[in-house]
């Protein structure tokens, strides 16, 4: 079974923090997503990556930016944390010409 | 550019009884179809895809979707619902080139009364 694990599933920063997210997957999945989710606006992407080192900008990336040094790791990081950051954050992974896999998510609260 | 419009926000059931949850996509290209469900405090699991062949779709829990080429809909129904059913559903398509990012719905929040 594939794994997607969220280093975090609650964090809270200050506005002003660098916040970094950690997405671990244990399937060698080439394409790795991050996604964050809001009431009544679904999961809007903010960046994905289809190789090590690549990265593409996604729907709403501003604010944010995303590392892949390792196939397997795909981290989000919020250069300067503000309060309209406050969210649900979900990573998920996949092969290609297959279905997305989701972690659990991290509830992020800025304060 | 693709959107994805699910057309009930909340959808209120009572036990036992059939729901259909509706979802209606743009694309001006091929699509995959997906339909995810979110349990609270989860992550999202699939329920059932659409990427070729039939359009009738059978998925877990004893959900099924059909995709209709000519409505561009893809709606997911179950003939009997349970208390367990209870939770946020999301419609996305991707595109079939490329990375294959999805486009979500708004989701659906159905629940399940006694």
């Known amino acids: 079974d594939v794994k997607v694990t969220q280093s975090s599933r609650y964090l809270v920063k200050r506005t002003g923090e660098k916040v970094f997210l950690e997405c671990v997957q244990d399937?060698?999945?080439?394409?790795m997503f991050w996604y964050r989710q809001d009431p009544g606006l679904g999961l809007r992407l903010i960046y994905f990556?289809?190789?090590?080192?690549?990265?593409e900008k996604g729907d709403i990336p501003e604010g944010y930016s995303v590392s892949r040094e390792k196939k397997e790791r795909f981290s989000l990081i919020l250069e300067s944390a503000s309060t309209n950051q406050t969210s649900m954050y979900l990573c998920?992974?996949?092969?290609?010409?297959?279905?997305?896999?989701f972690g659990d998510g991290t509830r992020l609260s800025i304060l | 550019a693709q959107s994805v419009t699910q057309l009930d926000s909340q959808v209120p059931v009572f036990e036992e009884a059939p729901v259909e949850l509706r979802c209606n996509y743009s694309?001006?290209?091929?699509?995959?179809l997906f339909w995810y469900v979110q349990y609270p405090n989860q992550g999202l699991q699939l329920l059932l895809k659409?990427?070729?062949?039939?359009?009738l779709v059978k998925g877990i829990n004893g959900f099924e979707a059909e995709f209709n080429k000519s409505q561009t809909s893809f709606h997911l129904r179950k003939p009997s619902v349970h208390i367990s059913d209870t939770a946020e559903y999301f419609c996305?398509?991707?595109?079939?080139?490329?990375?294959?990012?999805?486009?979500f719905g708004q989701g659906t929040r159905l629940t399940i009364n006694p």
């Open positions: 998920a992974s996949k092969r290609a010409n297959q279905p997305q896999h």
């Open positions: 399937m060698d999945h080439e394409n």
């Open positions: 990556s289809y190789d090590v080192k690549m990265k």
């Open positions: 694309s001006s290209v091929s699509v995959y």
């Open positions: 659409y990427l070729s062949g039939s359009t």
């Open positions: 996305a398509v991707s595109w079939i080139q490329g990375a294959q990012k999805l486009v």
